[in-house]
DNA sequence: CACCATCGTTGGCAGAACCATCAATCTGAG
DNA sequence: CTCAGATTGATGGTTCTGCCAACGATGGTG
């Protein structure tokens, strides 16, 4: 008798930030799932995708542009630099900071996370055009990036 | 001299499943943000949603609809009825089943919580048309209704 | 020099998502 | 009818994430 129609209610299935975490759910699942099966996980990830593109920098300057706490900046290059795919040292020029380095094993690991990572972005966006993929990145963006 | 440019590495800037979460983070913030004013969290207007819209329910339809766990049914409604706007009986037809309702001071708290959702969405969807909230919920909506 | 900002680090917090388990209860196949 | 299996509410627990507060050390500025 009873049809087991998972209907999500109105309120919920029209409310964006709803829908946002919802996605974001998803999302988080398949990719967490993908780095997990290399050893890694999202910060670790972010790190080095930062690393790569910005080269070596301080922790600081890590957790901003990744927007990541500097408190969990640490951890993340604690466990990075236990792996050997980064290396921390001292900013000469500033006694302060933190000089962190990518290694060549580093640059290694995080062409194969980025493997599985765009995997696991096809599978999230199955069967979706680029345009499609174009319209969601724009609007996700505006969200993102606002300046209140 | 360093102009402080927050530039996020393009390797994130670009994946759907971080921009998504980035997302998910903001628009929960203001949401939580709006609900904590009113001394609720989202599982309680979720549950209070659900259950104005499909009367009363069991705690594990009520998980179901909303993609909330059963043990995390329990809590929410543990507050909810501890703060009188839902009220927990056994199911008569069901030994297994407790019925749970929504009170009149359960709907005037949920029109409420609605009011201050809905404000926090135009927040976060400021100067945002119309079509462009439509699209983002369509596009949102084959990510969490996909079926795998 | 005094003052304030910044940096790395530590420790901690709350919430969310999830999992395993249990006893009680219902259901359905035989 | 009986028994195996599924479902329900509940308890307890784990993990991760996004934060925040504080600290000593250092840098920059007045």
Redesign the pocket.
């Known amino acids: 008798m009873e049809i087991?129609e998972h209907k999500t209610p109105a309120r919920l299935r029209t409310l964006p930030s709803w829908l946002i975490?919802?996605a974001?759910?998803?999302a988080?699942?398949v990719t967490?799932q993908a780095?997990?099966d290399l050893g890694s996980?999202?910060?670790h990830f972010a790190m080095l995708a930062a690393l790569e593109e910005f080269g070596p920098?301080?922790?600081?300057?890590?957790?901003?542009c990744t927007?990541?706490?500097?408190?969990?900046?640490?951890?993340a290059?604690?466990a990075l630099a236990e792996q050997g795919y980064v290396q921390?040292g001292p900013?000469p020029?500033?006694?302060?900071?933190?000089?962190?380095t990518i290694t060549a094993e580093g640059t290694g690991h995080l062409r194969r996370l980025g493997a599985v990572v765009a995997a696991a972005q096809d599978e999230l966006l199955r069967s979706w055009s680029a345009a499609e993929r174009d319209t969601l990145l724009d609007l996700l963006t505006r969200i993102v990036s606002k300046v209140p």
């Open positions: 087991a975490n919802q974001a759910i998803r988080n699942r967490d780095l997990a996980r999202r910060h920098s301080s922790q600081a300057d890590l957790g901003r927007a990541i706490d500097r408190s969990d900046v640490v951890a290059i604690d921390r900013d020029s500033d006694g302060r900071r933190n000089v962190i």
